[in-house]
C-alpha cells in the first residue's frame, strides 16, 4: 500500500541547532516527494520538492532535503533553526499513477526554544 | 501567484444542519481536492475533481458530497452535520492531472458543529 511515514510527532530544537525531520515512503513507481509547512491558523506552504535528477533539493527558508530511494527516504533538513520555522511540517508523496493526489503523512510538530 | 480562497476562516453549525464550504481558485487549475485535517491523522482526502462537474471520492467520502459548477469553485457540503465532522478543512488545487503534483493550498476553514 502506499503511505508517507513522518516517525516523530513533536520534535523540540534550540534556536540555533540543527534539524533534521524524517520521511520514509512506500509507493510503488517513482515518486514525486514533496515538504509542506502549515503556520499556526494557516495553510500548507510548498517549502521544496523533488522529481527527478539532483537528489539533494534545495527549498525556501534555508531548507533542504535528500532523496534516498534505497531507504525509501525523503528527509528535511536546516542547518540553523530560527524562532519563526515553529510550525507543523508534512511529507507527501505522489506521482504518475496517481491522479494528480498526494499522500500525507501525519505531520511533525516542530517548537523552537529560545 | 497562485490564489486559494475559502470562504470563511472560523465557522460554527449546529447538528444537522447543512453545511456548505466553498473554494475559489484564481490560476485555471483544472484539479481541485477537499481535504480534513485532524492532530495526528495528517491530511485526508475526501474528495477530489479534476474538471467541471466530475468528482471522485476521496479516503473518508462519507458524510459529504461535493459540487464542481465552474472550473474555479469547489464546493464541499455536508448534508447534516455531526460532531465528528469538527475538524479543519482544507481545499487544495493543482495544474493538469500527474503532469504536475504540486497542490496549492487555501487558509483552511475552522469548523466547529456543536
Known amino acids: 500500500a502506499q503511505s508517507v511515514t513522518q516517525p516523530d510527532i513533536h520534535i523540540t530544537v534550540s534556536e540555533g541547532a540543527s534539524l533534521e525531520l524524517r520521511c520514509n515512503y512506500s509507493y510503488g513507481a517513482t515518486p514525486y516527494l514533496f515538504w509542506y509547512v502549515q503556520s499556526p491558523g494557516q495553510g500548507l506552504q510548498l517549502l521544496l520538492k523533488y522529481f527527478s535528477g539532483d537528489t539533494l533539493v534545495q527549498g525556501i527558508k534555508g531548507f533542504e532535503a535528500e532523496f534516498k530511494r534505497s531507504q525509501s527516504s525523503f528527509n528535511l533538513r536546516k542547518p540553523s533553526v530560527h524562532w519563526s520555522d515553529a510550525a507543523e511540517y508534512f511529507c507527501?508523496?505522489?506521482?504518475?499513477?496517481?491522479?494528480?493526489?498526494?499522500?500525507f503523512g501525519q505531520g511533525t510538530e516542530l517548537s523552537v526554544k529560545p | 501567484d497562485v490564489k486559494v480562497t475559502q470562504s470563511s476562516r472560523y465557522l460554527v453549525k449546529r447538528t444537522g444542519e447543512k453545511v456548505f464550504l466553498e473554494c475559489v481558485q484564481d490560476?485555471?487549475?483544472?484539479?481541485m481536492f477537499w481535504y480534513r485535517q485532524d492532530p495526528g491523522l495528517g491530511l485526508r482526502l475526501i474528495y477530489f475533481?479534476?474538471?467541471?462537474?466530475?468528482?471522485e471520492k476521496g479516503d473518508i467520502p462519507e458524510g459529504y458530497s461535493v459540487s464542481r459548477e465552474k472550473k474555479e469553485r469547489f464546493s464541499l457540503i455536508l448534508e447534516s452535520a455531526s460532531t465528528n465532522q469538527t475538524s479543519m478543512y482544507l481545499c487544495a488545487s493543482s495544474a493538469h492531472l500527474s503532469v504536475n503534483n504540486e497542490q496549492f493550498f487555501g487558509p483552511g476553514t475552522r469548523l466547529t458543529v456543536l
Open positions: 507527501a508523496v505522489g506521482g504518475d499513477n496517481q491522479g494528480g493526489k498526494l499522500i
Open positions: 475533481s479534476y474538471d467541471v462537474k466530475m468528482k
Open positions: 490560476m485555471d487549475h483544472e484539479n
